[in-house]
């Protein structure tokens, strides 16, 4: 099986967010991700990791928690040195709670200023933090309204055009669904710029169980075959309290 991590923006909402850490170990997890982690001093989500022995995949960039706010910064025009001051915080976040990746979002923009801005955006990121491995995810535009990166190919042409070793794909089942339909085909295409996956239900996006969209246990033995050596994060809405519906988990 691969290397699952939980979610806890998503996952084990039922606790406080430091209460999730050890309601993920409890459920057998050794490694979770929290899309904004920037509420909550880095410390005391650095005690929470080690008392329970956890390692952590993923923290998105920007801070802070973007409810109800931006989508990040990373394509808008104009706004390069607020995504600079964005990246520096995400990145002292990442160095102290040994984030394996930072996920980059590109808030919402079109045309090509945007375009050139995300490429220019992340080519300084890059090399402003050679160490760390760095990410984009294609979301679908209606979950995200507006969002700029809402499609694998465009994501694929700019991973290209930046050309550089510290970023890659991170491919969502439940956006690439939305967005493409055919999630393997999607897959085959774009697995070798893969670095993150995450899971959600199709199409709901509750419980990664098998279903007439899309075969589960199926594509978890592939990834074991394909060599993937990242982690598989669970990014769902659980249908019950999440430990009721872990039976995916094998
Ligand atoms: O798929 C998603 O919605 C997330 O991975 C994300 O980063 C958006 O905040
Ligand atoms: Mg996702």
């Given at each position: 099986?691969?290397?699952?991590a ?7 909402a ?25 509420e ?81 955006n ?11 491995q760095?990410?984009?995810e ?12 809402n ?5 694929a042409?700019?991973?290209?055009e ?32 893969v ?8 199409p ?19 990834l ?27």
């Amino acid at each position: 099986m691969p290397k699952f991590a939980a979610n806890l923006t998503m996952l084990f909402a039922e606790f406080p967010e430091l209460d999730r850490y050890e309601a993920a170990a409890e459920a057998g997890f050794e490694a979770v991700e929290i899309l904004f982690p920037y509420e909550t001093p880095a410390p005391e989500t650095q005690r929470a990791l080690l008392r329970n022995g956890l390692s952590l995949e993923l923290i998105n960039c920007p801070p802070p928690n973007y409810t109800g706010g931006d989508r990040g910064f990373a394509a808008v025009p104009g706004l390069e040195g607020r995504f600079q001051r964005d990246f520096r915080r995400t990145l002292r976040y990442a160095d102290m709670l040994r984030a394996r990746i930072v996920h980059i979002m590109a808030g919402a923009a079109s045309g090509g200023d945007a375009r050139a801005t995300f490429v220019d955006n992340l080519k300084w990121a890059c090399d402003f933090a050679p160490k760390q491995q760095l990410t984009i995810e294609p979301i679908n535009d209606v979950d995200m309204p507006g969002y700029f990166l809402n499609n694998f190919d465009l994501a694929a042409e700019i991973l290209d055009e930046v050309n550089a070793p510290n970023l890659a794909l991170q491919f969502d089942t439940y956006h690439a669904h939305k967005i493409h339909g055919d999630v393997l085909d999607c897959w085959a295409k774009h697995k070798s710029r893969v670095r993150h996956i995450q899971i959600g239900g199709l199409p709901d996006r509750n419980e990664p169980v098998k279903s007439k969209h899309f075969d589960y246990p199926a594509f978890f033995e592939m990834l074991d075959d394909s060599g993937y050596t990242g982690a598989v994060s669970a990014e769902y809405n659980p249908a019950k309290r999440t430990e009721q519906g872990l039976g995916w988990l094998g």
